[in-house]
């Protein structure tokens, strides 16, 4: 079993080489999946990257938003996902055709649109933001300027509690997220009094008032980083953890487990669809590949471009 993860691994080494193949992961991959990529990052690292990085190919270890938003923002690079299944049941919550309808009913309001949407809804969007970006984007934008912000209802209403803003709010949510429960927190922390509660912002508003700091994946670790910090509760998806680890081996981690079912940890299903095993026949084959018809891609990627001028 060994033996043939090394050789998985040698054999996508090989044809990372040989077909210019960049692969860009997200931190709650699986772990053998982020070791095999060439960056690990947040939402916002992975956008930035893909705009910027030199390679022939991009191999996106994510989910489907991710990929075309490497996509959007490099059209002349072929951009595999090894699972064209992997989606988000946060960007599933918002359909195209009903913000198209909610833009409509409310002309007077501009749309900004967390990252994790589909392409025909960047397309509607007039600024994306992420979690490591979206209180200074929102706080950047006039004031008194009437906003509609989609899909995360948890996301929205933590920045318009930051921001003191009246954002009108998507009734959308991950589902993963939602998982999360004050409770469980609450008897984490009476065993743990020393460690801090870093959260990600997807969670309940009940959720995301526990915390000594809430932000996006790259944030949570930036914050694990402190040398002052020594236990730590992690209030995010459990793939976080083999970066925590990898950085801190000395430090204590602790996840929250969900209150339904017999999981012990909580975790996203569509992110652990990507393996070692499906990263090489996608290599092997060029395949699946991310397609995007030319007009959306142009419509959805100023609303890409505008974040990413912001967040420079
Ligand atoms: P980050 O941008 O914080 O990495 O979040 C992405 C995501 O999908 C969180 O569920
Ligand atoms: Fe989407 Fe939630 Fe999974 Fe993040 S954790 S990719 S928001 S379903």
Not at 43 to 68: C, H, N, P, T, Y
Not at 172 to 191: P, T
Not at 280 to 297: A, G, H, K, M, S
Request: negative net charge.
């Amino acid at each position: 079993m060994v033996c043939a993860k090394k050789e998985l691994r040698e054999k996508i080494e090989r044809l990372k080489k040989e077909k210019r193949v960049v692969i860009l992961a997200h931190y709650y991959t699986n772990a053998e999946v982020q070791e095999v990529a060439d960056f690990v990052g947040d939402s916002l690292a992975l956008s930035q990257k893909a705009a910027s990085v030199d390679a022939d190919i991009i191999l996106f270890a994510g989910v489907r938003f991710m990929a075309e938003t490497a996509k959007v923002l490099s059209p002349e690079k072929r951009v595999l996902l090894p699972v064209v299944e992997a989606g988000c049941s946060l960007a599933d919550s918002c359909d195209a055709e009903r913000l198209r309808l909610m833009r409509e009913a409310n002309p007077d309001h501009i749309v900004v649109s967390y990252v994790n949407t589909s392409v025909e809804v960047k397309a509607l969007t007039d600024i994306c933001c992420t979690s490591s970006n979206a209180l200074d984007i929102v706080r950047a934008l006039p004031e008194g300027q009437k906003i509609l912000f989609v899909p995360d209802r948890n996301l929205g209403s933590y920045i318009n509690k930051c921001t003191g803003r009246n954002m009108k709010l998507w009734d959308g949510a991950c589902l993963v997220h939602e998982r999360f429960s004050a409770e469980k927190i609450a008897s984490l922390k009476a065993q743990h009094p020393k460690a801090v509660v870093l959260v990600h912002p997807e969670c309940r508003p009940e959720v995301v008032a526990m915390a000594d700091y809430a932000g996006s994946t790259a944030g949570i670790l930036a914050y694990c980083d402190r040398p002052e910090v020594e236990e730590v509760i992690v209030v995010t998806e459990s793939g976080i953890l083999h970066e925590m680890t990898t950085r801190h081996p000395g430090k204590k981690f602790y996840l929250v487990e969900p209150d339904e079912g017999t999981d012990k940890c909580i975790s996203c299903y569509d992110m652990k669809l990507i393996t070692l095993e499906n990263i090489l026949t996608t290599l092997e084959e060029e395949r699946p590949e991310i397609t995007i018809q030319e007009d959306v891609r142009q419509a959805a990627e100023g609303s890409i471009r505008r974040m990413l001028e912001m967040s420079k």
